[in-house]
Nanobody
Framework: VQLQASGGGLEQAGGSLRLSCVAS????????MAWFRQAPGKEREFVSS????????NYAEPVKGRFTISRGNAKNTVYLQMNSLRPEDTAVYYC???????????????????WGQGTQVTVSS
C-alpha cells in the first residue's frame, strides 16, 4: 500500500488547513490510518488515528477539540481537518497505515508499516 499525503501549507495562527491521505488501494475494514507529525529537532509524534472498522477515532491531547480525522467516501482516504492552528502545530505531517495495529499501540509509530512522504504545515504567529 502506498500513501500520498497532501494539503499542507502556510497558515496564520487561528486558521485552518485540511490534510488528505490517499492509499493506493482500497483498504479493508481492519485497516487503521493515522497522522503523525515531526517538528525540527523533535521526535515523530502521534496526532490522530481512524479505524475503518467501526469508525473509531483517537487524538493526541494537544490537538483534541481542534483537529478532526474522518474518512472519505472511498475506503482509501482519510482527512485531517485542522482548526484553530497554533505555531506549535508547525511540523511535517505524515500519514501512516496498518492492518495489524492494536488499540494500545495506536500512538506508536513503530506499529505502522505503511507511510506517506509527509506534507509541511507551517503556522505563523
Amino acid at each position: 500500500v502506498q500513501l500520498q499525503a497532501s494539503g499542507g501549507g502556510l497558515e496564520q495562527a487561528g486558521g485552518s488547513l485540511r490534510l488528505s491521505c490517499v492509499a493506493s488501494e482500497r483498504t479493508s475494514s481492519r485497516f487503521v490510518m493515522a497522522w503523525f507529525r515531526q517538528a525540527p529537532g523533535k521526535e515523530r509524534e502521534f496526532v490522530s488515528s481512524f479505524r475503518f472498522s467501526g469508525g473509531y477515532t483517537n487524538y493526541a491531547e494537544p490537538v483534541k477539540g481542534r483537529f478532526t480525522i474522518s474518512r472519505g467516501n472511498a475506503k482509501n482516504t482519510v482527512y485531517l481537518q485542522m482548526n484553530s492552528l497554533r505555531p506549535e502545530d508547525t511540523a511535517v505531517y505524515y500519514c501512516a497505515a496498518s492492518s495489524t495495529v492494536i488499540q494500545s499501540s495506536l500512538a506508536s509509530a513503530s506499529a505502522y508499516g505503511y507511510w506517506g512522504q509527509g506534507t509541511q504545515v507551517t503556522v505563523s504567529s
